[in-house]
């Protein structure tokens, strides 16, 4: 009989209390948000250490300068200022008392009594060689500074101001466009340099990892009274805007355009060139553009004021957006398209949102799709498999390649324009290809071949735009690099790929750039459709 009391030893109690299940462990799953996962990852959008961050802040603001000014048809000027702020100076702008060392072996700079007096040493005796080779009239290297320091040593700060005439921001919209990661407006198709709504965010996450301070934002209409004024940050765990100040400002000149400012970790010692040379080679590109770049220091022989002037008032057409191509389209694309339409029916449904399906064509494909299939369907009523139906016809069906009536190429014309200006050159041959397309994006790739020239080397001098950004890095792996170093027969055109100083510009636009990585850094060689227009055109 069953007494309802315990029977158990007071030893088998205990055992049985051990077994007693332990409080669940907290799940290990967790969530990343957009901002955390690039702040983690910054990398592969370009910004690697503390002077390509500089470079990709300045390059990220000066795309969004030009293509703010061609939307709205306006010839640019583009406004670049980098000011060296000081260690006093930022401790001040964040409210931090400087403070003197105390413990000096305490930092990585440190050197001991005895290092110090080597190397001075050695400073010294280089600096006798220097004045002896000096007095006899010799071309000296100069000294370079001892390696005693080990470690980061100390940042440098730099403020970086971006200013342009081109369109307005609307003023609600400010915040989420730069204080949300993967916000913009250029998600569609067309060919802008901007694609991703990511860039001027990576900015704000940089300033944010390496000085805390916010980005500020201006931005005004032509006529409009007031100037849109935005301080914010960004709230990396949510990835939403965290706003200090939002504000309408009067706009006493009448002023329009936008302006960007951040304050950032940088290294301007060591990316100078890179920046310069990106400036210069922008002028290229956008010769109808007019840009002011400036570096301000305290040490006023470092300080630097270049202007490229505007050479020509012809500024490419303005890009079109431009409906999906059928081939082009993925299952997931063709749900969105399917969610977001206006149109009621299959038939209008394919004739509308696509390009190159007309109306016989449209009843065509539903004709073949099958039986449970006709024009006069609810488009919103397909169901999943209807709808891989239709993908699977879209793949395998004929369709007009796509025109490039949508791109905007920077032109022959201008392109020849900006190489021969830039770079004092003796000749140079351009060749602009008609449109072709790869995946159903169309693309035009042009591209220009020079020879001599005061400021270039001897050997291949390779460059490569993309909807007309500068493509400064990954050189090695870039369909362009690859194609002119292995594809062309350089001696067929009397040219020595090894002794003439041969210039090879190549500029690709297209709706869709497949750039690896978000960094937009190179092409790939892994397209043939681009690889053998970037052939034909160097030829
Ligand atoms: N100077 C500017 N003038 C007008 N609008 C701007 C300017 N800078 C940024 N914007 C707006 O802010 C949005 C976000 O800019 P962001 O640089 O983050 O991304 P994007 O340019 O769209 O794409 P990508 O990350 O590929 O550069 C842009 O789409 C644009 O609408």
């Known amino acids: 009989m069953d007494t309802g009391g315990s029977s158990e030893s007071p030893a088998e109690l205990k055992k049985a209390k051990s077994k007693t299940p332990r409080k669940p462990k907290e799940s290990i799953l967790k969530q990343k948000s957009p901002a955390e996962f690039f702040a983690e990852n910054k990398n592969i959008a ?113 403020r970086v101001t971006c200013k342009d005439n081109g369109k307005e921001m609307p003023h609600d919209d400010i915040p989420n466009m730069f204080g949300r990661v993967l916000s913009g407006t250029k998600y569609g198709l067309k060919q802008t340099r901007g694609k991703f709504g990511l860039s001027a965010k990576m900015a704000l996450i940089w300033s944010k990892m390496s000085t805390g301070l916010p980005i500020e934002i201006s931005s005004a ?102 409906k999906h191509h059928p081939s082009s389209v993925d299952l997931l694309l063709i749900k969105r398209l399917i969610t977001e339409t206006t149109k009621l029916n299959l038939l209008q449904f394919l004739q509308h949102e696509f390009v190159n399906i007309s109306r016989s064509y449209a009843e065509r494909l539903i004709g073949e799709m099958g039986p449970d299939f006709n024009p006069k369907m609810a488009v919103k009523s397909l169901t999943s498999q209807q709808i891989v139906r239709v993908h699977q016809l879209f793949r395998q069906a004929k369709f007009d390649d796509p025109s490039g009536d949508c791109l905007s190429p920077a032109g022959e014309y201008n392109l020849r324009l900006g190489i021969i200006k830039e770079l004092h050159l003796d000749m140079v041959a351009t060749y602009s290809g008609s449109a072709q397309v790869f995946e159903g994006h169309p693309f035009i790739v042009k591209a220009g071949v020079s020879v001599g020239g005061k400021d270039v080397k001897q050997g291949l001098n390779i460059f490569r735009f993309a909807n007309r950004i500068l493509l400064l890095f990954e050189q090695g792996s870039d369909v362009v690099t690859r194609t002119a170093l292995k594809r062309i027969n350089w001696s067929s055109y009397k040219i020595n790929q090894m002794q003439d100083k041969i210039g090879v510009f190549v500029s690709i636009v297209s709706t869709k750039i497949p750039f690896k990585g978000t960094g937009k850094e190179y092409i790939g060689d892994d397209i043939s459709e681009i690889a053998a227009a970037v052939k034909s055109a160097i030829q």
């Not at 048809?73 to 409210?95: A, C, D, H």
């Not at 706003?243 to 060591?270: F, L, M, P």
């Open 46 to 158: 370009g910004f690697d250490n503390p002077g390509k961050c500089l470079y990709t802040t300045v390059r990220e603001f000066v795309e969004n300068s030009l293509d703010s000014a061609e939307s709205v048809s306006e010839l640019p000027v583009v406004e670049v200022t980098i000011e060296e702020i000081g260690k006093r100076q930022f401790n001040s702008m964040i409210g931090l008392v400087d403070r003197e060392r105390v413990d000096a072996a305490l930092y990585d700079d440190y050197e001991t009594d005895k290092a110090r007096e080597r190397r001075l040493a050695k400073e010294a005796r280089a600096q006798e060689i220097q004045a002896k080779y000096a007095s006899l009239g010799k071309k000296v290297k100069e000294a370079t500074a001892s390696k005693g320091i080990k470690g980061r040593g100390e940042a440098s700060f730099y």
């Open 221 to 322: 209409m032509k006529g409009q009274n007031y100037v849109s004024f935005c301080r914010l940050d960004i709230d990396i765990h949510r990835n939403i805007p965290h706003v200090y100040s939002h504000e309408k400002r009067k706009n006493k000149d009448r002023w329009r355009g936008a302006e960007i400012q951040v304050v950032i970790e940088g290294n301007w010692t060591t990316y100078r060139s890179k920046i310069l040379h990106y400036m210069r080679q922008m002028a290229v590109i956008t010769p109808y553009a007019q840009f002011l770049f400036k570096f301000l220091s305290d040490a006023p022989d470092k300080n630097v004021t270049i202007r490229f002037a505007r050479r020509t008032d012809v500024m490419p057409p303005v890009p079109l957006e431009m």
